[in-house]
């Protein structure tokens, strides 16, 4: 079901960038998805409203009267919503909220001189649009991931933007418009796709335009995101999820199936990929997957998913080995399933998370493990972090001198201005060094 890709013969010494050219990946072509919603996000950004109600009609087959969900409907989808998926909710949101408090950065003043001083401030962005997917399946948990930790942050102003469902009226999935009023997210439009990307960063009707546009989404979301960023900032370009799991001979197969099998339920464009030096589990994995795969409910998108070129079972000579692949992937979700999993863990330089052990699984941290599910796709773990309380927040410099810390480094500043030719930004400090000192007669 799954193909296989044998390593094991690399030899010493191979790069990540050679690991990369013959390790599984989706085709992600965000140029080309770039080109089909240029159209739109222009089209939103000149006609404002009618632009995107007419593109929610194109795509999400859906002729709403406004954008804007009323508080009424949000407030009436908690009132329904069934007590232990409320009672799950409430615990996801008291463990991430936890960890959100727990990381969030304070302000640091540094004396660098009698006299002169940096601070370093951290402010919170202004105003954040929220995206939560409404494809495949209601994503309920993306609204938490991406309301808590802006909220931890200080975000003044947040709006959040869900596809709407036919099935609903042309209202967005009631769950998702549920977990809107368990934390007082007020703002939200039932809107989906690129024209509420393009919403959020110029502005249509009542949505202002935003700071910020954070969240997870299809290729044409990812797409209309990097258009917009000239207009505002994003979180990153997160695709097709993705998951890789190294284990040795220590792991039990049946729970490496059952956790390829999770993310594969996502899309047929997810990736599934195992990374193991055993060749005995990597027969046991597929006998666990034929068994498994036919009985889940989304077994024709998982099994898409799995025989897609995205996904693999990569055998290796040894676990160390392993962990050079799997730092050259930078998978969204890694987990480590061999023996001694904390000390491998500590190894890993590149994921977006890790999930350390035989009892940590993936889906742990897509609902309440307290971490967050909105993370890197694509390698760009590599150099990329998930969505977190620092996502919401600005580092802004402040700067305060007094006259005598000026008059020690100003001769300093004068040379290093002369040196880059600009001897005007010398002028200025030589101006203050020429006045007449305070308190000299």
């Keep these: 079901m799954i193909r296989r890709t044998d390593l094991r013969e690399t030899p010493a010494g191979t790069t990540a960038a050679q690991y990369r050219a013959v390790l599984p990946r989706a085709p992600f072509d965000v140029e080309a998805a770039v080109a089909v919603v240029r159209p739109v996000v222009d089209d939103v950004r000149h006609r404002g409203v009618d632009a995107v109600l007419d593109a929610t009609e194109r795509f999400d087959h859906v002729r709403r009267e406004s ?44 004396e660098v001189a009698p006299g002169a001083r940096v601070e370093r401030r951290i402010v919170p962005v202004g105003r954040v649009g929220l995206y939560v997917p409404g494809g495949l399946a209601p994503l309920v948990s993306s609204v938490l991931m991406n309301v808590v930790p802006a909220q931890v942050a200080g975000v003044a102003s947040l709006a959040l933007a869900t596809p709407p469902q036919r099935e609903f009226g042309g209202a967005p999935h009631p769950t998702v418009l549920a977990a809107c009023a368990l934390l007082g997210v007020e703002e939200v439009y039932a809107v989906g796709g ?34 917009v960023q000239s207009v505002t900032g994003i979180d990153s370009e997160a695709g097709p999820t993705e998951i890789a799991i190294l284990a040795d001979d220590t792991a039990v197969p049946s729970f490496v199936a059952s956790d390829l099998i999770s993310q594969a339920e996502h899309d047929p464009l997810a990736a599934a990929v195992l990374v193991t030096p055993s060749a005995a589990l990597a027969d046991a994995v597929d006998a666990e997957l034929v068994r498994q795969v036919p009985a889940a409910k989304h077994a024709e998108r998982i099994q898409t998913a799995l025989t897609s070129p995205q996904s693999a079972t990569v055998l290796v000579r040894d676990v160390a080995q392993g962990l050079d692949v799997v730092n050259a992937y930078a998978a969204e979700h890694l987990e480590i399933q061999t023996a001694d999993a904390a000390a491998v863990a500590a190894r890993v330089e590149n994921a977006g998370a890790v999930f350390v052990g035989g009892w940590s699984p993936v889906s742990l ?25 620092r996502s919401f927040c600005k580092s802004m410099q402040v700067v305060t001198y007094d006259e005598g810390a000026l008059r020690e480094i100003g001769p300093k500043v004068v040379v290093l201005a ?24």
């Design 67 to 110: 954008l804007a969900v009323d508080p009424s409907e949000t407030r009436a989808a908690l009132d329904a919503l069934a007590p232990d998926v409320r009672a799950a909710l409430e615990e996801s949101v008291t463990r991430l909220r936890a960890t959100c408090e727990a990381e969030l950065e304070h302000d640091v003043v540094t």
């Design 194 to 227: 690129a024209q509420a990307i393009a919403m959020f960063a110029y502005g249509a009707g009542p949505c202002e335009p935003v700071d910020l546009v954070t969240g997870p989404g299809n290729i044409y979301v990812v797409a209309a995101k990097r258009l």
């Design 365 to 389: 941290g897509d609902y309440a493990a307290g971490s967050n599910h909105v993370l890197p796709t694509a390698g760009c773990a590599c150099h990329s972090s998930g969505l977190s309380v």
């Design 418 to 441: 002369e040196a880059e030719d600009l001897p005007s930004h010398g002028e200025a400090v030589t101006v203050r060094l020429d006045a007449p000192e305070e308190g000299a007669s």
